[in-house]
């Protein structure tokens, strides 16, 4: 059984549930499914309830774990939130608590950045979050201190 962190984000509103084999499960808030309670997925559903409740992302604007091919691989990229017109504004990978922020994971988020092509691209552990945006002139990252908005980017 999964040891339940505190994370570096509001308390979010999950529905949890023990199987009779003692494992947790979730209802995720976007496939609004149980899912077993991993302490990845424990990290993804906490930034799925942030990104809706704090930065004000509807639901049917942010997609988790959907399938991509690269180079003859199938991969699974965490989440993108998607603006207005429904293009790719943020990807995000999402770690364990446990999983150091490391090169080799932005290595991860970088392959999936070349199919997905969101403005800003995020890490999170849970505990540490990394996040940049892209400046498509040079090709250059920025740190950025939050995630986005979406009162940013909605269109009058």
Known sequence: MPELIPLNLPPAPLKIQRQADQKLLVQCL????????????WVRQHLVA??????????????????????????RWD??????????????ECKAPQISLS???????????????????????????LIYALNKENGTLAVCEDFPKAFNFEKN
């Open 30 to 41: 976007i496939r609004r499914k149980y899912l077993v309670l991993t302490p990845e997925e």
């Open 103 to 129: 090169e080799a994971v932005f290595q991860q988020v970088a392959v999936y950045q070349r199919n997905i092509q969101a403005p800003f691209i995020a890490l999170s552990n849970g505990l540490s979050h």
């Open 79 to 92: 989440i993108v939130v998607y603006d207005q017109a429904f293009n790719p504004l943020l990807l995000i």
């Open 50 to 75: 942030y990104l809706h409740l704090q930065s004000g992302f509807p639901l049917e604007k942010i997609s988790v774990e959907k399938q991509i091919k690269y180079d003859g691989f199938t991969k």
